[in-house]
């Protein structure tokens, strides 16, 4: 959190010399503040940091690829002239244990298009999923819990 911090500070100096509070310049900083980091990175002991960096990096563009994927799908079922598909509530369980973690993957699912997160179980050990297309719901599970899950995972250890 000390280096987060610090990372922030550098990119408002930044923004603060410039004159120019912009979100555009800002995120200039945050990339300038980031590249100081690193060429410091073991006298400040940011090593982790930039582990977790990445690791949040690889769940933003799985999320980002899931949300064109979803949306390029959705989009066939929409303009294909026979609605051949069944939507269902999918029974996911969960392998994620903190609220956090749990809120963190109900929401990536929600917000990819085609699946919507309906309700955790008082045991917080399953998910309910309702998909727009529930033909085959073992390989809808298999693709939450290698993808989504599997990056929220790494980012919380």
Do not use: C
Request: charged share 20%; no cysteine; glycine share 4%.
């Amino acid at each position: 959190m000390r280096i987060f911090t610090l990372h922030m500070v550098l990119a408002l100096a930044w923004a603060a010399i410039a004159g120019n509070f912009s979100l555009l310049n800002i995120s200039v900083g945050f990339i300038f503040g980031l590249l100081a980091i690193w060429l410091v990175r073991e006298q400040v002991g940011a090593s982790s940091y930039f582990r977790l960096a990445i690791r949040i990096a690889s769940l933003s563009l799985l999320f980002v690829y899931e949300l064109i994927l979803s949306t390029f799908k959705v989009a066939l079922m929409v303009i294909k002239p026979k609605l051949d598909f069944k939507p269902g509530i999918i029974a996911f369980p969960l392998t994620v244990k903190t609220d956090l973690e749990i809120t963190l993957l109900a929401n990536l699912i929600t917000l990819t298009p085609g699946t919507l997160s309906v309700d955790v179980s008082d045991d917080r050990k399953t998910l309910y999923v309702h998909a727009i297309d529930a033909t085959e719901p073992d390989a809808i599970i298999t693709d939450i819990a290698t993808g989504f899950e599997k990056k929220v995972i790494e980012v919380f250890e």
